[in-house]
């Protein structure tokens, strides 16, 4: 991956919050409270992201799927966009 790509995407990962996930679930006609959307969020910042490290992406889609079923589907659908830039998959 390019490393200026890596770089976009860690920082905009990064720096999600809770007003910006629900404009995301807005966009793709997602419903998602702030309670959810905090709780995604947790899990995404639990420590800083990092698109190029296959086991930490790894671990958070792992902690993702603890989640309720619907809001795991959910997160997945938000975060889909980046997992374009993934050498590998997360099933």
Do not use: H
Not at 20 to 43: D, G, N, P, W
Not at 51 to 63: A, P, S, T, W
Not at 65 to 86: F, G, Q, T, V, W
Request: glycine share 2%; proline share 4%.
């Amino acid at each position: 991956m390019n490393p200026l790509v890596r770089q976009m995407v860690n920082q905009k990962i990064r720096n999600l919050d809770v007003k910006e996930l629900i404009r995301f679930a807005r966009e793709y006609q997602i419903s998602l409270t702030v309670k959810q959307a905090k709780q995604v969020l947790v899990i995404l910042q639990e420590q800083p992201f990092d698109i190029g490290n296959k086991k930490l992406v790894l671990q958070v889609n792992n902690k993702l799927k603890k989640l309720e079923p619907s809001l795991y589907k959910k997160a997945r659908k938000l975060l889909e966009p980046y997992e374009s830039y993934l050498d590998y998959s997360l099933d």
